[in-house]
């Protein structure tokens, strides 16, 4: 199974982009998926999560401006990032917990040019 993320990009402050991420293979009971961000320098951190129940929770920082979605069906998760700030510049990786394992994406580049 891996896990492909698209989306990133260039885009100035104040913009929106939308990032995906898709599990190639079968992959059965997936708990939790996230998006996990890390910024030169700085350690990964978690950006938002969705459980399987639909519950979500979001890093203080974005709250009001990213919205994290899933489609069970189609093994999918999204994060709508609006009003894009500088600071949000990172590679974002996306990632899918089951109770044994954890799957991680390729990480995918967002700039956010002042």
């Known amino acids: 199974v891996q896990l492909q993320a698209s989306g990133g990009g260039l885009v100035q402050a104040g913009g929106s982009l939308r990032l995906s991420c898709a599990a190639s293979?079968?992959?059965?009971?997936?708990?939790?998926m996230g998006w996990y961000r890390q910024a030169p320098g700085k350690q990964r951190e978690l950006v938002a999560d969705i459980s399987s129940g639909g519950s979500r929770n979001y890093a203080d920082s974005v709250k009001g401006r990213f919205t994290i979605s899933r489609d069970n069906a189609k093994n999918t998760v999204y994060l709508q990032m609006n009003s894009l700030k500088p600071e949000d510049t990172a590679v974002y990786y996306c990632?899918?917990?089951?109770?044994?394992?954890?799957?991680w994406g390729q990480g995918t580049l967002v700039t956010v040019s002042s």
């Open positions: 990632n899918f917990h089951q109770i044994t394992r954890t799957y």
């Open positions: 293979g079968s992959i059965f009971s997936i708990k939790n």
